[in-house]
């Protein structure tokens, strides 16, 4: 049933008064970054103490507490191997950080080149790269900062726009790539379809050096019964002989310790055996004792998911709660508030009224309530809908979520009666 205007009116004084009375005491309640909570780090403290001396030397092999072992011990690129589907030698383990190794391969190929150095991107005036949106700020904060143009995609329900992509990479040979996050997408909780993937791999583009940068950080990371898969972009591009264009990456940062984990780099052989030099200028080898830490703790593909049902259990009834709620205040038929509700990942990603979604976020900020900043997951921050907020609920508890989520609920009602008042005049 429809609101008149008075009703509207009297409506937000309502919220106005509880909203003052949330100012005068606010909350403390921090949901901007997909931080994995203390209970769910706590799943992996028997790894702390699971290493022997025997475990780190052996008279055949090499001692992994001293240099050497570039591109990771072999049981750790094995059990990556399994993750990413592809084989060992197609794999380089680093440090904690699967981002650094993204850094490296876009760093590397901008100002030094991977054929010679007459190929580095930084030669050319001007480079561009595909951001599918809402996406990963970090992502685009990285390609930003090297000098980048970003150009936004945008996402589907079953990945990115391909009819847009496609266009884009077959006609201007400056863009040199895309981001992608394949499985549980951050932040609308979207798995690539088979079409998307193969879409990707055989796609003419002008640029004979496009890449593909495949963060399948949430691989693992299913909430629900139901497993999301997405198809192996490695191997499909082996068929269509771009292989060369496909760099997938991963870690243990959300599986075990955020800033103690273990990332990994898959890649066709003249890709790794590429990096592999450029990383050999960085470092003597990376953390091998973590990495033997991971591997004897984890073991293989199947006690890793063993392991994520686990986390399952912990993160479903935040993300649960957070449907319920939004389901219980607005109804199906809000206009004023859709909202995903993945099956899998760290995130749900809410999409406001137009022209909304930066107040909501300031004014909950003032009570309290902390969230990554408006639009953020929009290249340069700049969405011309002003209609994308994320949450990342993983870190608090299920009461802490529901405090928020009420609190939400009342920015999103104030801000969008606001507006639709201030249309009607």
């Not at 919220?15 to 009375?21: G, M, Q, V």
């Not at 479903?316 to 509700?341: A, C, H, Q, R, V």
């Not at 997951?377 to 979520?401: K, Q």
């Amino acid at each position: 049933m429809r609101q008149t205007n008075e009703e509207k009116i009297n409506r937000l004084e309502e919220l106005k008064e509880t909203y003052d009375r949330f100012k005068e005491k606010p909350f403390q309640l921090n949901l901007k970054r997909g931080v994995p909570g203390k209970d769910q780090l706590a799943l992996s403290e028997p790894m702390l103490n699971i290493l022997t001396p025997e475990d780190l030397y052996q008279e055949t092999e090499a001692d992994f507490r001293n240099y050497g072992v570039l591109t990771g011990i072999p049981e750790a690129k094995q059990f990556f191997s399994e993750v990413l589907e592809i084989t060992a030698d197609e794999v380089i383990v680093g440090g904690n950080s699967s981002l650094q190794l993204m850094y490296t391969v876009l760093a590397s190929k901008m100002f030094l080149g991977q054929s010679d150095k007459n190929s580095a991107w930084a030669k050319e005036k001007v480079v561009k790269f595909l951001c599918p949106s809402p996406g990963y700020d970090r992502h685009f904060n990285a390609t930003e900062k090297l000098g980048f143009e970003l150009i936004p995609i945008e996402m589907t329900s079953t990945g990115p726009d391909m009819d847009q992509v496609e266009i884009l990479v077959a006609n201007d040979a400056s863009i040199k790539g895309i981001w992608c996050i394949p499985t549980y997408s951050n932040p609308t909780g979207v798995t690539y379809s088979n079409e998307v993937v193969d879409r990707l791999a055989k796609m003419k583009t002008l640029a004979q050096d496009f890449v593909i940068m495949w963060d399948n950080a949430y691989v693992v990371h299913h909430l629900k019964e139901k497993k999301e898969h997405v198809q192996n972009v490695l191997e499909t591009s082996k068929s269509y002989g771009t292989e060369k264009r496909v760099w997938m990456f991963c870690s243990t940062s959300k599986i075990t310790f955020p800033g103690a984990g273990v990332a990994a780099l898959g890649a066709c052989k003249e890709n790794i055996d590429w990096v592999t030099e450029v990383l050999s200028d960085q470092t003597i080898g990376f953390d091998k004792v973590n990495q033997k830490r991971h591997v004897k703790f984890l073991k293989d593909k199947k006690h890793l998911l063993q392991h994520m049902e686990k986390h399952a259990e912990l993160l479903k009834p935040k993300f649960d709660s957070i449907s319920n709620l939004f389901g219980n205040y607005f109804g199906e038929e809000s206009t004023m508030l859709e909202w995903t509700e993945p099956n899998g990942g760290y995130f749900v990603h809410l999409t406001t009224m137009d022209g909304c979604a930066d107040r909501i976020v300031e004014l909950l900020a003032d009570i309290g309530v902390s969230l990554t900043e408006a639009n953020a997951s929009y290249p340069y921050g700049v969405n011309p809908r002003n209609n994308s907020i994320r949450l990342a609920p993983t870190s608090i508890s299920v009461e802490e979520i529901e405090a928020a989520v009420k609190a939400i609920c009342l920015c999103v009602e104030m801000v969008s009666l606001e507006k639709e008042l201030d249309s009607n005049k």
